[in-house]
Structures are given as C-alpha cells and as structure tokens.
C-alpha cells in the first residue's frame, strides 16, 4: 500500500541553525508533493510545491528537494527562528485526485 | 478574500447522535476535500468533490459518513449514530482544481468532535 514517513520524533534545533526534515514515500510515482505547516489548533496551511522533475525548488528560508530515486523529499529551514515552530506535513498526489498527508514532524527552535 | 470556513468548531455530542459539519470553500474553487486528524496522527482523506463530477468517497470509514456538496459550493459531511472513535477534528480544504494539475489546498480550521 502507498505509504509515507516523516520524522515521527520532534525536532528541537538552535535559533539560527538550519532544520532539516524528511519525508519518504513507497510504493507509488507521486506527480508531485507539498509541503504544509499546521500550528495548533489551526488548519495546515501551503508552503511549497515541488513536481517530479524538479530537484530543488526555493522560498525565502524555505528550500524543499525531490528525489525520484530515493522516493525522498528533503524540506530545509535556513536560519531558523522560534516563530518557525510549528508541525510540517508533507503530502502527495496518487494519480488521481486524492493526497495523501504525512503524520508530521514537530519542529522547536529555541531561541 | 475569505478563507475557508468551518462550523460548528467545536461539537460535543452523545455516542449514537448524529452531526453535521459545514464547510464553505473558497468562492471559484472547483475542488473541496474532506479530512479527518485524530490527535498527534496525519491527516486521514475521507472524500474528494470536484466541479460536477461524482465524488471520491473511497476514504470514507463506514457507511455512517457521508457528504454532499450543493450548487458545487457549500459542503456538508454528515456522521450517523456517533460513535467514540470517530472523536477528531474534521478539516475541509478545497483547491482551484484537483487531480495531478497540483494547486495547493487552502484549509479551514477545522471542526473539533467529541463524542461522549
């Protein structure tokens, strides 16, 4: 079955460092993937796109890549601040109309 | 414009009652979605409505859950007999278009349902 993981353990980095998460996928060729931040109690909001034959895609502090061979995705915060904490998602297309959402990975940035 | 909008945001109900979450969309977005997050999990697909086109319901749980869509705006996800594991919270998104042309989803903030 079609499966994806992310960090499942919170990440706890130094303002000004660089957060790293991951997200690996199975069992299917997605299309494409997002990534999404979700803060408590609120609705996941969009951060980035990035489509199958893109390897790098880039917003402010924000830079995501997409490896086809690995089934990986590689989100990146540069000089994070605390502001940054939140949960972040990562989601795929299936080939038809449904995505399908990671469980999540916990970013805290202390200051 | 206005976001995506979710009501009630919080439901308590009694175990066999049913509800009935509303979502209103973006206006002009085609596509809208329903997920279900329970607590520290992703987010669980449970229904897809796109333009005219017949639903994709392979996400819904049981034959309990149901949703429609009318005038292809206003979205109603409707949960019969209530039971205690369908306590979470209920999210609605909708995007311009759906499917592989990948338009991110703009999401409200949810309906959180607890069943007693």
């Known amino acids: 079955s079609q499966k994806i993981e992310q960090n499942s353990e919170a990440l706890n980095i130094q303002e000004g460092k660089t957060a790293t998460l991951t997200c690996n996928y199975t069992n299917y060729s997605p299309a494409y993937l997002q990534w999404y931040r979700q803060d408590p109690g609120r609705g996941p909001v969009f951060l980035l796109l990035i489509r199958e034959n893109e390897k790098e895609k880039r917003k402010e502090r924000l830079k995501v890549t997409f490896d086809t061979t690995l089934k990986q995705s590689l989100f990146h915060i540069t000089a994070s601040q605390p502001a940054d904490s939140a949960t972040y998602l990562c989601a795929l297309d299936t080939g038809g109309f449904k995505t399908i959402f990671g469980a999540g990975t916990r970013l805290f940035v202390k200051a | 414009g206005a976001g995506v909008s979710q009501s009630p945001s919080n439901k308590v109900t009694e175990k066999g009652k049913d509800v009935e979450l509303r979502c209103d969309p973006i206006?002009?977005?085609?596509?809208l979605y329903w997920y279900r997050q329970s607590l520290g999990q992703g987010l669980e697909f449970l229904i897809y409505?796109?333009?005219?086109?017949?639903?994709?319901k392979s996400g819904l749980p049981s034959d309990r859950f149901s949703a429609e869509r009318t005038g292809g705006s206003v979205s109603t996800l409707t949960i019969q007999r209530t039971q205690q594991e369908d306590s979470a919270v209920y999210l609605c998104a909708s995007s311009l278009i759906g499917g592989r042309v990948a338009y991110e989803q703009y999401f409200g903030p949810g309906t959180r349902l607890t069943v007693t």
């Open positions: 409505f796109q333009g005219n086109s017949a639903p994709d």
């Open positions: 206006s002009g977005h085609t596509a």
